[in-house]
Nanobody, 116 residues
Framework: QVHLVESGGGLVQPGGSLRLSCTASGFNFRNYAMSWYRQAPGKERELVAFITSAGDGASYADSLKGRFTISRDNAKNTVNLQMNSLKPEDTAVYYC?????????WGQGTQVTVSS
């Protein structure tokens, strides 16, 4: 069974940093691209970042370029999201995501709150 478990969320002041991690199990992790999404209260879930299966390519939401960095460790079945210069509008639940054979799987999410 496919499992994605996020960690690393929390409360941070504006301008601060957080590093989210997602540990995957139940599938051949190194064969699949991975993504991070987020959903703020009252808003639709949106794509934050995407990374190729080999980790040799990544893309980001335009509004996040230069502040967020996605990475992965295929030996540890983990995908990470380094978030710098955080803003109050980055407050959301962040989800790890994989799509296998057209079927999406989501983690349970981790809350990120940016507030002074």
């Amino acid at each position: 069974q496919v499992h994605l478990v996020e960690s690393g969320g929390g409360l941070v002041q504006p301008g601060g940093s957080l590093r989210l991690s997602c540990t995957a199990s139940g599938f051949n992790f190194r064969n699949y691209a991975m993504s991070w999404y987020r959903q703020a209260p009252g808003k639709e879930r949106e794509l934050v970042a995407f990374i190729t299966s080999a980790g040799d390519g990544a893309s980001y939401a335009d509004s996040l370029k230069g502040r967020f960095t996605i990475s992965r460790d295929n030996a540890k079945n983990t995908v990470n999201l380094q978030m710098n210069s955080l803003k109050p509008e980055d407050t959301a639940v962040y989800y790890c995501h994989v799509r296998r054979l057209g079927v999406p799987t989501w983690g349970q999410g981790t809350q990120v709150t940016v507030s002074s």
